[in-house]
């Protein structure tokens, strides 16, 4: 769909409706004489001109959005009750940001980053939404690192700009993120297009049936456009020339009628292998072997649709991880249990405490019954309705029944690292993803990590850094050394 006319009929007005007269020419004191203050309308454009912008997303701000739509293709009811996932055919309309990660909002699209794959259902219990990466892994392990791990990423409070001494330093000393650097140093660390690209839920979610049993799952959204990467090196010269080029493809193939779709699938844990499983559930650093737990497919996801407002539509998207409804929850993730708090404040801050009342992120399919009133910009939406519950007129209720399934948790309180299960360690996944890449993969992914370990100032933090990959794989840690020492001489 191109842009619709917005063409509106009368003349121009104020921001309270009242005719004007002249746009191009501010009232003076006599001609060629000082501005005068009774000129309101100067006053007012300039005024809300100065407050257009909203603070940009503290991560993520780069992104671009379009509406579509949800296909059900596989009956998952014995696995969860959500209204949504029901029946074989069913359609729920959906909103998808994709984004670019430590970049700011005017940053090119073609970098090497992980991208966001952030999803709303606009299901008739609610919206439903899915806030995941187009990686199935992540970094870190535990929420309280993730501002820490974000300051590496993002510009140094000294030089104003990104620094590899802070971005290897970090990762150095969180052996953890090996298996995540590894993949984002491999040829899928910078997707051709938005389009070409698989998205993951990454974290594990609990899904629960009608009759209460708990399932563990992960989501994977594989791509029908196939997936393309761009080498280093295309990806400099394009971001160069054409710093848009992930969002203009993104809408200009929607505008082509060319929607873009993934083929949802679902790997599918009962509650009672989790205990026993090899590696830890809900370490955010480790995927499911598919050997183990095969994906399977339940759904299409189609693109459809563009915004006709970004600012709107996009810039004022909010996407929670806390989003759930009946039949879907969190699991005992660490990072997944940070991020339920952190996205509902971030919104709160950056677009408003009414953010939830905008069109893009009110719920489509039912609507919000809640005591929740007022604040800023709050628009009366519930006249003169009781704002409590319990009440004697007729007011929404509770309904007795929990969005998921209880879990049982023991033991002492304390600042607890992730259990380690029996083949857990933060290097063994990295080097079984070193050794599946084809030679050429392998080589340039050890030009790529040395290329950004090169300009590292102290010796300790590359040498730290290669000792990680080293542990991993020996043959991986044994050409990086040699890559990054001819690279420093
Ligand atoms: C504890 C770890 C994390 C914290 C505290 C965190 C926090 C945040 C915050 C504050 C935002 C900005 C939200 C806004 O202003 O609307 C954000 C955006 C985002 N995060 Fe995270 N994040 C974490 C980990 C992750 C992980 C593991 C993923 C993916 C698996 C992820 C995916 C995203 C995406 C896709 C967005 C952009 C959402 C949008 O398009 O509006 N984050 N994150």
Redesign the pocket.
């Known amino acids: 769909m191109t842009q619709e006319a917005h063409v509106t009929q009368g003349p121009l007005t104020t921001e309270a409706g009242a005719p004007v007269a002249d746009n191009q020419n501010s009232e003076t004191a006599g001609v060629g004489g000082p501005v005068l203050v009774q000129d309101q309308l100067l006053l007012e454009k300039l005024a809300h001109f100065n407050r257009e912008r909203i603070?940009?997303?503290?991560?993520?701000?780069r992104?671009a959005?379009a509406y579509g739509t949800f296909t059900v293709t596989a009956d998952v009811t014995p696995y969860t009750r959500a209204a949504f996932l029901s029946e074989v055919g069913k359609e729920t309309e959906v909103f998808l940001?994709?984004?670019t990660?430590a970049g700011n909002l005017g940053a090119a699209d073609a970098v090497r980053d992980?991208?966001?794959?952030?999803l709303k259902f606009y299901t008739e219990e609610g919206n439903y939404d899915l806030?995941?990466?187009n990686?199935p892994v992540?970094?870190?392990r535990?929420?309280?690192?993730?501002?820490d791990?974000?300051h590496t990423q993002k510009r140094d409070p000294y030089t104003g700009s990104q620094e590899a001494d802070n971005v290897w330093d970090f990762w150095g000393l969180s052996p953890e993120s090996t298996h995540q650097v590894t993949w984002l140093f491999g040829d899928r660390g910078i997707p051709a297009s938005y389009r070409h690209m698989n998205g993951?839920?990454?974290?594990t979610y609990q899904w629960n049936n009608a009759a209460g049993e708990v399932f563990w799952v992960k989501y994977h959204f594989k791509t029908d456009q196939g997936i393309k990467n761009l080498t280093q090196g295309e990806a400099n010269r394009i971001a160069g020339e054409d710093p848009d080029s992930h969002q203009r493809d993104l809408r200009q193939s929607i505008e082509r009628g060319e929607f873009p779709s993934w083929t949802v699938q679902v790997q599918i844990m009962p509650a009672a292998d989790a205990a026993g499983y090899r590696f830890n559930p809900f370490d955010?650093t480790k995927v499911w072997p598919h050997e183990d737990y095969p994906p399977i497919e339940i759904g299409r996801l189609e693109l459809n649709r563009n915004p006709q407002n970004v600012f709107a539509e996009?810039e004022q998207?909010?996407?929670?991880?806390a989003h759930f409804v009946p039949g879907i929850g969190p699991s005992p993730d660490?990072?997944?249990?940070?991020?339920l708090?952190?996205?509902g404040?971030?919104?709160r801050?950056?677009?408003g405490i009414n953010a939830d009342h905008l069109p893009v992120n009110r719920p489509h399919a039912t609507e919000a019954r809640t005591n929740s009133r007022d604040g800023f910009l709050y628009d009366g939406r519930h006249g003169g309705a009781k704002n409590y519950e319990p009440n004697s007129f007729g007011g929404p209720q509770q309904t007795g029944r929990a969005l998921w399934q209880a879990t049982s948790a023991d033991g002492p309180t304390g600042n607890h690292p992730t259990p380690v299960h029996a083949e857990d360690d933060d290097f063994v996944q990295a080097g079984t993803l070193y050794r599946l890449m084809p030679e050429e993969e392998k080589e340039r992914l050890v030009a790529g990590l040395a290329g950004a370990i090169a300009p590292v100032s102290r010796e300790e933090i590359a040498e730290r850094a290669i000792g990680n990959f080293r542990k991993a794989d020996a043959d991986f840690g044994k050409r990086l050394e040699a890559a990054v020492q001819a690279l420093r001489g």
């Open positions: 603070p940009e997303r503290v991560v993520h701000a992104g959005g940001r994709f984004s990660v992980p991208r966001g794959f952030a806030v995941g990466n990686t992540f970094f870190i535990d929420a309280i690192k993730f501002p791990f974000i993951y839920g990454s974290h955010l996009v998207s909010i996407f929670s991880p660490k990072m997944l249990q940070g991020r708090f952190a996205y404040d971030a919104h801050y950056r677009v």
